[in-house]
C-alpha cells in the first residue's frame, strides 16, 4: 500500500468523523425541540433514542477504522525502513 493511499484513507476516515458528529449534534438539537402533542413527542423521542444508539455505533466504528489505519500506516512505515 502506498503513503498516497494511506493518507486518502486517512482524509476519509477524518471526514466520516467529521459527518458523524455533525449528525450527533443534529439528533441531539432535534431530541430539544418542542413537541406538538404527546404521541408525536413519544414517537420522535424513540427515533431520536435510536438515532443516537446508531451515530454511537458509527462513530465506534469509524474510531475502530481509525486505529486500524494508523497500525497500517506504522507497518508500512516500518516495513520501507528494512533493508
Known amino acids: 500500500?502506498?503513503?498516497a493511499a494511506i493518507e486518502t484513507i486517512q482524509t476519509?476516515?477524518?471526514e466520516v468523523e467529521q459527518i458523524s458528529t455533525i449528525i450527533a449534534a443534529a439528533v441531539?438539537?432535534?431530541?430539544?425541540?418542542?413537541r406538538r402533542s404527546p404521541a408525536t413527542s413519544a414517537s420522535?423521542?424513540?427515533?431520536?433514542?435510536s438515532m443516537s444508539i446508531h451515530v454511537t455505533q458509527v462513530e465506534a466504528a469509524v474510531h475502530?477504522?481509525?486505529s486500524n489505519v494508523e497500525s497500517?500506516?506504522?507497518?508500512?512505515m516500518n516495513?520501507?525502513?528494512w533493508p
Open 44 to 49: 420522535a423521542a424513540c427515533r431520536t433514542g
Open 72 to 76: 497500517v500506516v506504522q507497518l508500512a
Open 64 to 66: 475502530e477504522t481509525g
Open 12 to 14: 476519509k476516515i477524518r
Open 79 to 81: 516495513s520501507t525502513k
Open 1 to 3: 500500500m502506498s503513503v
Open 28 to 34: 441531539h438539537e432535534q431530541g430539544r425541540r418542542p
